[in-house]
């Protein structure tokens, strides 16, 4: 594996790493701190879906300008271009397929979910004060059959 490879895919990891630990975060900050928010459980969580997709949206941005400096660049060699255009398309289909998991996770009478996937794991956190044995085996049965995912491979967190 080149090195050019190797950073592109370890940027990819730490960006999604990134992502992930900004979602346990919050909603450990927002667990640990359930009594001392002073906002209705309805703002806070609607504050916290908006956060994060808005914190996704600004970091996948990042990295998909960083991937189309790499493809302009006149400085980048063509197995540098290759590569950072197979990240980009991993990271766009990746984005597709977590977009069209949380329309259908809230098609199943959930008011919020937010998903991030990586290529080993997908995690789902859906706005509901406790999730039922039904509710978490359509969600997995969901996520299995559109992403061919194993269910082992897969978190639920219910939020309130």
Excluded: H, W
């Excluded at 255009?85 to 949380?102: D, G, H, K, P, V």
């Excluded at 809230?106 to 995690?123: P, Q």
């Amino acid at each position: 594996m080149t090195g050019k490879k190797k950073k592109i895919i370890i940027l990819t990891g730490m960006v999604a790493l990134l992502v992930l630990t900004g979602v346990l975060n919050i909603v450990l900050n927002l667990t640990a701190d359930d009594g001392a928010l002073n906002v209705s459980g309805t703002d806070v969580y609607t504050d916290f879906f908006t956060s994060y997709r808005d914190y996704r949206t600004e970091s996948r941005e990042q990295t998909l300008t960083y991937y189309e400096e790499v493809l302009a660049s006149e400085t980048s060699s063509a197995e540098a271009k290759a590569e950072a255009e197979a990240a980009r398309q991993q990271l766009m289909e990746s984005m597709e397929t977590e977009l069209t998991l949380e329309g259908l996770i809230m098609s199943l009478g959930f008011e919020d979910a937010i998903v991030t996937s990586t290529t080993e794991n997908i995690n789902v956190i859906v706005k509901c004060a406790e999730l039922t044995g039904t509710q978490a085996a359509q969600i997995k049965e969901l996520i299995v059959t559109e992403t061919g995912m194993s269910a082992l491979n897969l978190r639920i967190i219910p939020t309130e």
